[in-house]
C-alpha cells in the first residue's frame, strides 16, 4: 500500500466528533467539534484565545457518555493555534488509550487497509528510529 506522493503525514488523518477536553497549564478548553484526528495528533475548532505552539496539555477525547464512560486520554504539544482551530501533536499515550484510538481511525478511515499498514509499521504513536 502506497501513500500518495504529496502526502507528508505519517498517519491517515479521519473525521470524528466527539467532546475534548485540552488541559494546559493556564486553561481548560472544551470542543465539542472535533476536525479530524490521526495515531498522532488531533485539530480542533476552539473559541477564546489559543495557547501558544510548544505549550505542554492533557487531551481527554470521550468516545461514550454512558456509564462506564470510556474516553481516550493522551499527553500532548500544542503545535498549532490559529483564529477558532487549534493542533494537538500526542507525544504519550497509555496502553488502553492506544488501542481505543487505533480502533476510532480503523472505524472511521475512508481507507481502512492504509490505516492498518500505517498502524503495523509504526511503533506507538512515533515513527520507529532507523537502525
Known sequence: MTTPANER????????????????????IRSRSSLDISMNGLRTETDGPAPEPGTPCHVRITLSLEEPRISITVKGLIVRAE???????????DIDSYEHLQQLILN??????RAEQ????????RKPLDP
Open 9 to 28: 503525514r505519517e498517519f491517515i488523518r479521519v473525521p470524528f466528533r466527539t467532546e475534548i477536553e485540552i488541559h494546559t497549564p493556564a486553561r481548560t
Open 83 to 93: 483564529p477558532g482551530t487549534l493542533a494537538v501533536h500526542f507525544t504519550e499515550i
Open 108 to 113: 472511521n478511515a475512508k481507507d481502512p487497509e
Open 118 to 125: 500505517e498502524i503495523s509499521t509504526h511503533w506507538g504513536i
